[in-house]
């Protein structure tokens, strides 16, 4: 199953005591709110919050194990380069991959981009590689041409980091952007996939948005991309901290590749990865150029590595990926089945909590079904910032504005919102906290008016 439309319901959401027990090893829990009270953070869909393990594996190997990774054969050096290697293989291997198709990058971001922009260089050198003289149809680097005539097509509901990359690569090479459309309740619509057509060569989307929490049906949506023969990027960087993923059931099933958020994993900042098949990291041409890709360089010309190393330019967040590699390490231990099971019951209450509350409106499906914990909501009359203040003096932290998805918002009808989102801290109290927060601010305004 790729879409996680209907999860089973016999997982066991972790216990009182095991929650507890998670919260003994993160440490933002030991500092104070702004109130003096206990913080509430429940924005773990913008960034997460980390254990002790993965700090103290990041200080430990700027302390021990820093050294230039690939690069001589000094002790230290071996080390840092084995961290690195054993880094790539868990991250891969924690999301159903294999470490010869993870690519380190600095960020989800640029993973995207990275893609996007090694089809562009494609395009621009081999346009005669498709229809034209001396075309080869099973030269898989012909998938990666694109130029005028051809479609992009991408969704309404993805994060910025998911459209403007490919609006970018739209007008650079003449290609038409379309894109699938959203249900009333802000889940991209199967309906929508007959802009798929055999003009169709890119279909990126999201695996689950970052403010209604919809996850994608894939195995309604996968099969028409199949069908015209479209490259398939998913955006995983909700979806990979919540659920248990399978790339290589995604391959199977049509994904060419898919970006990683550390930061979002309970891993540091600085670090992401794009993981693709071994077909596409084969066909696309680098995108930066510099050391450690390389083969042989002439004052004439260079050779390039195969593989994740050929997009690996220039010296690499070692540290950052060691710590990673902590992260999901941490998170197999928890279970992220088990993990997903308890944000259900929590996504639950808020969305009673919220139903109680005059002027509230969620923007997003109403159950819990298919969805993460992710709840983006508006208050009527109010400012999603001034509801961010209200929460925030009451020690509850959320997101505020439009989330890096402006136009998901555009289909509701609305500008910006307040989201509440969850992780492995994340307690039935505190959201006692946020929705009696929540139930304070219009009578806040109307007092002050």
Known sequence: MTSHDSEPTSVRPLTGPEIDAVRADFPYLKRPARNGEPLAYLDWAATSQKP???MTREAEFLSLNNGAAGRSTYQIADEATQA????????????????GQLVFTKNATEAINLVALAIGHASLGRRAARGGPGADADDP???L?????DEIVVTRAEHHANLVPWQELAARTGAKLRWLDLTEDGRIDPATTHVLNERTRV???????????????????????RAVGALVVLDTCQSAAHLPLDFAALSAAGVDAMALSSHKMLGPTGVGALVATEELLDAMPPVLTGG???EVV??????????????EAGSQPLAQAAAWRTAVEYLAGLGMDRLHAGERTLTQQVLDGLAAIDGARVLGPAGTSGRLGVV???????????????????????????????????????ASSSRVSFGPTSTSTEVDRFLEAVATVRSYFRRRA
């Open 203 to 225: 279909l990126a989307l999201t695996h689950a948005s970052n403010v209604t929490g919809a996850i994608t049906p894939l195995d309604d949506i996968l099969p028409a991309a």
């Open 145 to 149: 041409v694109i130029g005028d005539g």
């Open 292 to 294: 450690s890709m390389i």
């Open 376 to 414: 983006a909501f508006t208050i009527d009359g109010v400012h999603p910032h001034d509801v961010g203040q209200i929460l925030d003096a009451s020690g509850v932290a959320v997101r505020t504005g439009h989330h890096c998805a402006q136009p998901i918002h555009a289909h509701f009808g609305v």
């Open 141 to 143: 680097a012909s998938r």
């Open 298 to 311: 002439t004052m004439e010309s260079s050779t390039y590595m195969s593989g994740p190393a050929r997009f």
């Open 84 to 99: 690195w290697e054993d880094a790539r293989e868990a991250v891969a291997g924690f999301v159903g991959a294999r470490g």
């Open 52 to 54: 002790s393990c993965v």
